[in-house]
C-alpha cells in the first residue's frame, strides 16, 4: 500500500526567504506526483505536475524535482511572500489512477 | 477558478439522515474523482468514474455510499442514515484523459450533529 509522508508538518518562516518542502513515497511504480495548495476551508489547487520519466518542473517562483527511484520529491519556493500561506499537500498517482496524499505541511509566511 | 463547481458547500444534517451532494466538472473531464477530507489530513480517495462507468471504488465507500454519473456529465454522492463519523470535507474532481492534472472543486462540507 502506497504511503506518503510530507516533512516538515509546519513551518514559518519570514518573507523572501527560499523553502524547501519534502514529499517522501514508498512505492516507486507511480505514474505522477502532484503539489498541490490548499487555502483554509477550500477546495485543492494544482501547483505542479511531473510525470514519473520527468525530473522536474517549473512554474514561476516553484520548482518541483522528482527521484521516483528513492522515493522522494521536493517543492523549492523561492523568494517567499505572505500570499503564499497556505497547506501544500503532495500526491502520487499509482496504478488504479487514484491519488494517494500526504498529511500536507502548513506554511506561514511572516512579515 | 478550476471549472469544477460542488453544491452545497456546506451542510448540518441529523444523524440518521441522507444528504446528496452534486458536482458539475467542465464538459472536457471524461474522469470524475470523489474524495473525503477530514481536518489535519490529506485527501482519501472514495471513488471515480470514466464517463458514466464507476471504475473503482475504496474500502471506506460503504454501503451506505453511492455515486453515480448519469450521462457522463455531473455526479452526485448520497449518504444514507449518516453517521457522526461522516462529517468530513467531500470533495469532487475533474481529470481530462489519465495522467494529467487533477482539477478540485471547493468542496462540500458536512457536518453530522
Known amino acids: 500500500k502506497q504511503e506518503v509522508t510530507q516533512i516538515p508538518a509546519a513551518l514559518s518562516v519570514p518573507e523572501g526567504e527560499n523553502l524547501v518542502l519534502n514529499c517522501s513515497f514508498t512505492?516507486?511504480?507511480?505514474?505522477?506526483l502532484q503539489w498541490f495548495r490548499q487555502d483554509p476551508g477550500k477546495g485543492l489547487t494544482s501547483l505542479l505536475l511531473i510525470q514519473s520519466s520527468q525530473r522536474e518542473q517549473t512554474s514561476g517562483r516553484l520548482n518541483a524535482s522528482l527521484d521516483k527511484s528513492s522515493g522522494r520529491s521536493t517543492l523549492y519556493i523561492a523568494a517567499s511572500q505572505p500570499g503564499d500561506s497556505a497547506t501544500y499537500l503532495c500526491?502520487?498517482?499509482?496504478?488504479?489512477?487514484?491519488?494517494?496524499f500526504g498529511t500536507g505541511t502548513q506554511l506561514k509566511v511572516e512579515l | 477558478d478550476t471549472g469544477v463547481s460542488q453544491d452545497p458547500r456546506h451542510k448540518i444534517t441529523k444523524r440518521g439522515q441522507n444528504v446528496t451532494f452534486r458536482c458539475d466538472p467542465i464538459?472536457?473531464?471524461?474522469?470524475l474523482y470523489w474524495y473525503r477530507q477530514t481536518l489535519g489530513q490529506g485527501p482519501e480517495f472514495l471513488t471515480y468514474f470514466q464517463n458514466e462507468a464507476q471504475l473503482e471504488k475504496s474500502r471506506l465507500l460503504s454501503d451506505r455510499f453511492s455515486a453515480e454519473r448519469p450521462k457522463g456529465s455531473f455526479s452526485t454522492l448520497e449518504i444514507q442514515r449518516t453517521e457522526q463519523g461522516d462529517s468530513a470535507m467531500y470533495l469532487c474532481a475533474g481529470e481530462w484523459g489519465s495522467g494529467n492534472t487533477i482539477y478540485f472543486g471547493e468542496g462540500s462540507w458536512l457536518t453530522v450533529v
Open positions: 464538459s472536457e473531464h471524461n474522469r
Open positions: 500526491a502520487v498517482t499509482g496504478g488504479g489512477n487514484k491519488l494517494t
Open positions: 512505492d516507486s511504480a507511480i505514474y505522477n
